[in-house]
């Protein structure tokens, strides 16, 4: 993936340049939002009334610039609005996939638990192996492809294409 200077695609943001992030650095922080952004352009009428709610909050969390800027203040941020996006969803959640959803709330509440004993330091974090541990877990895991799956069925096609490049 190449490295944009922050704003570049936005010419409404100022333009800074960002250091370089270690893949391995947006494991356990990214992975929802990725998987929120499977709800990118849903269209609103084919998904069921009831994941109306659901499905547009991910579309929030998908459109986050999660750890666009390293800085610890950023990325307190960042983590941050995932965590509240991440608690609404949970909240809108149809009740088919509500355990998992909440279940994402406390692997997000855990992984800012981590990074603000890092001082929101993403490199720190990325060194330290409960958060290693945590961020490859199988069951951790698990959850994010159960609830990937129920977005590509009920929030929208686009679930795949959704990526740090696309459109």
Known sequence: MPLRPRGADRPDRPVRPVRPVRPSVLLGVVLL?????????????RVP???APY????????????????????????????LTLTRRAAREAPPEIRADAEAAVAAQSRFND?????????????????????????????LYVRLQDFQDRVCGPRAREIGPDAA
């Not at 986050?64 to 307190?76: F, H, I, N, S, T």
């Open 33 to 45: 939002a990725g998987v929120a952004a499977a709800c990118g352009g849903a269209d609103e009428t």
């Open 49 to 51: 009334g009831r994941a």
């Open 55 to 82: 499905c547009a909050t991910l579309e929030r969390m998908g459109a986050l610039d999660l750890l666009d800027d390293v800085a610890p203040a950023e990325v307190r941020r960042d983590l941050t609005r995932l």
């Open 114 to 142: 981590l990074y603000a004993a890092f001082g929101w330091d993403p490199d720190a974090v990325n060194r330290d192996r409960t958060f290693i541990d945590f961020a490859n877990s199988p069951e951790l895991g698990s």
